[in-house]
């Protein structure tokens, strides 16, 4: 991995509080510093799979009233419905051919409909934001 080196000035009262943590727990300033970067940044989207990781992404450039909508958003009655009924029939091993490819549609389509939810979730409580629990979302 490519590392940039950058100089920055903190607060004294900062510094000395990361110069003791690190010593504390036996790291370098440098890697202590690194860690809470880390920790203190946006989510990451990289992480997610490959076929979620464009509408993810999106989501960054997105205003906060855009991300509410996103987070506080409900998949529609009629597509949990199907997908309700698709998973039943699949636990009775039931599903024709063309109903197993569907309800592998709708699986990838819910699991990134929340990943969505999440990542604006945690975009905007990254941002400032105070956000509920997903079940008042």
């Known amino acids: 991995m490519a590392v ?45 799979p490959a076929e979620f990781q464009a509408d993810l992404a999106a989501l960054d450039r997105l205003e906060d009233a855009a991300l509410w909508r996103v987070a506080r958003s409900q998949r529609s009655e009629a597509a949990t419905a199907r997908l309700a009924e698709l998973l039943e029939k699949n636990a009775e091993d039931a599903l024709t051919a063309e109903e197993t490819l569907e309800l592998d549609a709708q699986i990838a389509e819910a699991d990134r409909f929340m990943l969505c939810k ?20």
């Open 4 to 48: 940039k080196e950058v100089v920055l000035s903190l607060p004294e009262d900062l510094y000395l509080r990361l110069e003791q943590t690190a010593r504390v727990t036996k790291q370098s300033l440098s890697d202590l510093m690194v860690h809470a970067l880390r920790t203190g940044s946006p989510p990451d989207w990289s992480q997610a």
């Open 118 to 137: 999440a990542h604006a979730a945690a975009l905007l409580q990254w941002r400032g934001h105070t956000v509920p629990p997903f079940e008042r979302l």
